[in-house]
């Protein structure tokens, strides 16, 4: 089986601090993705990564960034945590020419 | 703007009723189509997909029905089980494969014993 195993289910950090979210997964998938879901919005795309050291942007990239130095790790980093970042965050992963992601269990992050 | 949206959030069912999920799509350049089911605190797992040129996928108790001329996916879940109450996030692609799935809000759908 799959596994995308997310570091920290949750965290509490204060506004300004820099937050790293750990992302890795066990497949050898070339694709990874950060999401965050909030209620009444879904799941939108913060930013993926197709390859070792590329990223893209998705659709709410501002106030965030990503890093993948290896192929199985991508992190989320929020370099001042804002309140409105309080969130769920989700790491997927994906090989190459599915449609199917492969979600982590999520990392509930509030910012007081 | 939302291009995937469900516009229940919730629906409550019987056990052994079918349970019918709706989810409308604005893009018509959309050809690939999937469910996911999501527990409380864990991550959403696939359930079922669908690709354009299908308008039926049926996989056990889930099928899903696509009307492209209506841009109009559904998911129906029968016999519905108490064990399947969970949300329920459609989402849609631009092609298969493509690494930007827009999802649906969710709908929670509850299972009565």
């Known amino acids: 089986d799959v596994k995308v195993t997310q570091s920290s289910r949750y965290l509490v950090k204060r506004t300004g601090e820099k937050v790293f979210l750990e992302c890795v997964q066990d497949?050898?998938?070339?694709?990874m993705f950060w999401y965050r879901q909030d209620p009444g919005l879904g799941l939108r795309l913060i930013y993926f990564?197709?390859?070792?050291?590329?990223?893209e942007k998705g659709d709410i990239p501002e106030g965030y960034s990503v890093s993948r130095e290896k192929k199985e790790r991508f992190s989320l980093i929020l370099e001042s945590a804002s309140t409105n970042q309080t969130s769920m965050y989700l790491c997927?992963?994906?090989?190459?020419?599915?449609?199917?992601?492969?979600f982590g269990e999520g990392s509930r992050l509030t910012v007081l | 703007d939302q291009q995937v949206k469900q516009n229940s959030p919730s629906l409550s069912v019987q056990e052994g009723r079918i349970s019918i999920l709706n989810c409308d799509y604005t893009?018509?350049?959309?050809?690939?189509f999937l469910w996911y089911k999501k527990y409380p605190a864990e991550g959403p797992t696939f359930l079922i997909s669908?690709?354009?040129?299908?308008d039926k996928n049926e996989d056990g108790r889930f099928t899903v029905f696509l009307n492209k001329s209506a841009k109009h996916l559904s998911l129906h879940i029968v016999p519905s089980q108490p064990g399947d109450s969970a949300v329920y996030f459609c989402?849609?692609?631009?092609?298969?494969?493509?690494?930007?799935?827009?999802f649906g809000t969710g709908t929670r759908l509850t299972v009565i014993p």
């Open positions: 989402a849609a692609s631009a092609q298969t494969g493509a690494n930007n799935l827009f």
């Open positions: 990564s197709y390859d070792v050291k590329m990223k």
């Open positions: 893009n018509s350049m959309f050809d690939y």
């Open positions: 669908i690709s354009s040129i299908k």
């Open positions: 497949m050898d998938h070339e694709n």
């Open positions: 997927a992963s994906r090989a190459g020419g599915s449609g199917e992601l492969f």
